[in-house]
């Protein structure tokens, strides 16, 4: 297992649509500004609100919610592992002389006919006029 990055902690970046700044919110154009202090305040409880409100929701509900993804990715990969890849071997096995018999039907039967057919509209040549 590796070793956990504490610092980089989105390596593969899944969640790069998250990176929301102040600016990306709120802007002021010109003409329309609000006092220094309200513009500097407000960008203060913007952050404030966003790292605060985080880091509760993250206290109380990351370590269920981790708990309940793995729970879940692990049930995953057991029907993966032991119900769907043995289901398809058995499958891809029962329906392989049938895969077959289908296709040697379409190559003696249907593909002559197709070629035939290809050949004659073959040498159908169309003009603009």
């Keep these: ?4 990055d504490m610092m980089i902690r989105d390596p593969n970046n899944l969640n790069d649509h998250l990176k929301v700044m102040f600016e990306d919110v ?3 154009p010109e003409g329309a500004h609000s006092a ?3 513009w500097r305040n407000s960008y203060k409880c913007f952050n404030c609100g966003k790292s605060c409100c985080y880091t509760f929701l993250t ?3 990351a370590i269920p ?3 309940c993804w793995g729970c879940e990715f692990a049930m995953m990969s057991f029907q993966h592992i032991w119900q769907f890849t043995p289901c398809l071997r058995m499958f891809g096995s029962y329906l392989g002389c049938y895969q077959k018999f289908f296709g040697s039907v379409i190559n003696c039967c249907l593909a ?14 169309v ?3």
Excluded: Y
Aim: net charge negative; charged share 20%.
């Design 26 to 28: 709120i802007g002021e």
């Design 65 to 67: 919610l981790a708990l």
């Design 1 to 4: 297992m590796a070793e956990l």
């Design 127 to 129: 003009s603009n006029k």
């Design 59 to 61: 206290f109380i509900c």
């Design 36 to 38: 220094d202090c309200v």
């Design 112 to 125: 002559p006919v197709c070629e035939a057919c290809g050949l004659c509209f073959s040498k159908i040549a």
